[in-house]
Structure formats: structure tokens, C-alpha cells
């Protein structure tokens, strides 16, 4: 399903309305939920089969599917995923819960390989050095030996 113009604006404005409207703490949007359940659906998964079985699940679904729903608390489209043993992260790729991780460097006070944050390692608060720069480090530090 593709939107155009008007279509698009409206999509826009309600999506601005209910995220403005103070009832989600950690919001997302539902298409990509809905996608998700008319993929399962196409393949022949039933509604009670992902698990939507309870009322308010039944109720708060159809509202998804046809639309009268725009955004979901995150935690609750988790949950519904998680049933169906689905990470969030593969039906909502964009809204990983992290910046791109920085490539891994040495810490000097680990003595060991990090992950960075803002070039610094998170442990020590302490500038890594890229990995690029180990080759040296360790030829000085068997020169030395
Ligand atoms: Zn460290």
C-alpha cells in the first residue's frame, strides 16, 4: 500500500495528533505491525494463531488493521511480536534502540578490544585507540620486550 498527496498529509496529521496527545510514553508507529500481520495472514497465520486472542488484543488489532490506529506503545507491538517469536528489530529495522555501534578499538586500561562510545571506552571513560593503530602498539610492545 503506497499513499499519495492528500492521503499522506492526513497519514501526517494523525500521526501528530496522537503522538501530541500524551497517551504514549515510547511510541511507534503501527504500519509496520500491520504489514507484518497481513504478511503472516497472506501465509495463512490466523489472527488467533499469532495469539491475539484476547479482547483488548482483538479490539486494539482491528483498529490497526483498519486503520483507525496510528501509533502503539512500543512496548505493547514488542510484546505481540515476541509471542510470535519475532525480535522488533526485524519488523521496525529503522527504530534499532541505538545509534550505529562505532567500530571496535583497543583500551589501553582493558588492555582489550571495545566497542566505543564517542571514541571513548565504556568502562574507563578512557580515548580507545582504532584497531588500525593495534598493528603499531603491538610491534612497540614486542620491540620493547
Ligand atoms: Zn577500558
Not at 501530541?20 to 497465520?45: H, K, L, Y
Not at 488467533?48 to 506503545?73: P, W
Not at 571496535?104 to 566505543?116: G, N, W
Request: proline content about 5%.
Amino acid at each position: 500500500m503506497t499513499m499519495h498527496g492528500r492521503n499522506v498529509l492526513d497519514y501526517v496529521k494523525r500521526l501528530e495528533r496522537a503522538a501530541g496527545s500524551g497517551r504514549f510514553t515510547d511510541p511507534v508507529e503501527v504500519a509496520p505491525f500491520v504489514a507484518w500481520i497481513r504478511q503472516q495472514q497472506a501465509a495463512g497465520v490466523t489472527r488467533t494463531m499469532m495469539g491475539f486472542v484476547s479482547e483488548y488484543d482483538t479490539r486494539t488489532i482491528t483498529a490497526f488493521l483498519c486503520g483507525e490506529r496510528v501509533l502503539c506503545e512500543r512496548a505493547r507491538v514488542e510484546d505481540w511480536l515476541e509471542q510470535n517469536d519475532k525480535m522488533f528489530w526485524e519488523v521496525y529495522p529503522e527504530d534499532g534502540d541505538d545509534e550505529p555501534l562505532e567500530p571496535d578499538a583497543y583500551c589501553v586500561r582493558c588492555d582489550d578490544i571495545v566497542t566505543p562510545i564517542n571514541s571513548r571506552c565504556p568502562w574507563h571513560n578512557t580515548y580507545t585507540r582504532a584497531i588500525a593503530d593495534l598493528s603499531s602498539i603491538i610491534q612497540i610492545a614486542t620491540a620493547a620486550a
